[in-house]
């Protein structure tokens, strides 16, 4: 119940694209679902975050679709450009606890 | 405002040995997380520090331990050293200010390589 599955595994779209990367939970006490973007040898930065009471937030190219009823919550990169190719990890945590569930991470390549 | 920094950004050490690892939060944050993040996976979760008093920990064995100073700085030290320790050691610091978002914001990482 404490897992968070992320998928796909791996990604390569053409610059200008849109990269999806999809999170799927099982444990409803999870309040804050957070995005993180890592570049190799670097510590994960907080690109988004969303909570359930909310179905979708934009933040520049950056968009996270949450679906409370299913379970699943999403990251659209729009026009997605060369600077995005990064690991990305979704993440979830409930109040009181603070510790972050992490997915497994999506390596996203954009090409040029 | 400076960021989350940990030291040292690389280590080597051996089988049995023993490391400490050191973090220093966002100006004004008094909770630290510490994550191991192991090559090609999501980082897991240690242990969480609020003021100073453990508030959460995670399933790593009685090897690894922390503290929190009253700087809010920390460390995380791990004992008898296996090679399956070798990853990517993530400092998180937090404000978890009443009715905040519980936003996490982490360190560059402290590799730890054990031969």
């Known amino acids: 119940q404490q897992q968070v599955k992320q998928s796909p595994q791996s990604l390569i779209v053409q610059k200008g694209g849109i990269s999806i990367i999809n999170c799927a939970y099982e444990?409803?006490?999870?309040?804050?679902f957070p995005w993180y973007q890592q570049f190799p040898g670097k510590g994960p930065a907080l690109l988004i975050a969303?909570?359930?009471?909310?179905s979708e937030k934009k933040e520049g190219r950056f968009t996270i679709s949450f679906n409370k009823s299913a379970k699943q919550f999403s990251l659209h990169i729009m026009d997605s450009q060369p600077g995005d190719s990064a690991t990305y990890f979704c993440?979830?945590?409930?109040?009181?606890?603070?510790?972050?569930?992490f997915g497994t991470g999506t390596r996203l390549k954009v090409l040029a | 405002d400076a960021g989350v920094t940990q030291s040292p950004t690389h280590l080597i050490k051996t089988r049995g040995q023993h490391v400490t690892l050191r973090c220093s939060p966002i100006s004004g944050h008094k909770s630290v997380s510490w994550y191991q993040q192991v090559l090609g996976q999501g980082p897991q979760f240690i242990f969480q520090y609020y003021e100073k008093e453990e508030r959460g920990r995670g399933n790593f064995p009685d090897r690894f331990s922390a503290r929190q100073f009253p700087n809010y700085s920390s460390e995380l030290n791990v004992n008898a050293l296996l090679l399956g320790d070798s990853a990517l050691y993530l400092c998180?610091?937090?404000?978890?200010?009443?009715?905040?978002?519980?936003?996490?914001?982490f360190g560059p990482g402290t590799r730890l390589t054990v031969l």
């Open positions: 993440a979830a945590s409930k109040a009181g606890t603070y510790k972050y569930i």
């Open positions: 969303i909570r359930p009471d909310v």
């Open positions: 444990n409803t006490a999870f309040d804050y």
């Open positions: 998180a610091s937090s404000s978890l200010l009443a009715g905040s978002y519980n936003e996490q914001f």
